[in-house]
């Protein structure tokens, strides 16, 4: 049990958050955006402050990016149709 609750359940919340935002982005839910963005905040400050880990907050450092650009190209083209 103490294996599940090691990042205070933390980690849950960014991958329940990266699961709904697929769905979302899936179903053309501009909302999938905003709860991949949470996630990768959520990754960021879980790969820094708990797991020592460069490569999980630079990772989604750059998803963050990506998100934020999707998410300008996406409003870019609706606002054109």
Known sequence: MEQFLKYYTLDWLAMVLSLLAVYLLGNQ?????LSFSLANVTWIF????????LGIA??????????IRGFISWNKKNKKS
Not at 29 to 33: A, E, I, L, S
Not at 46 to 53: D, E, K, P, Q, R
């Open 29 to 33: 839910n501009k909302y999938g955006f």
């Open 46 to 53: 879980l790969g820094f402050a708990f797991m020592n880990s």
């Open 58 to 67: 630079i990772g989604n450092i750059v998803f963050l990016i990506m998100n």
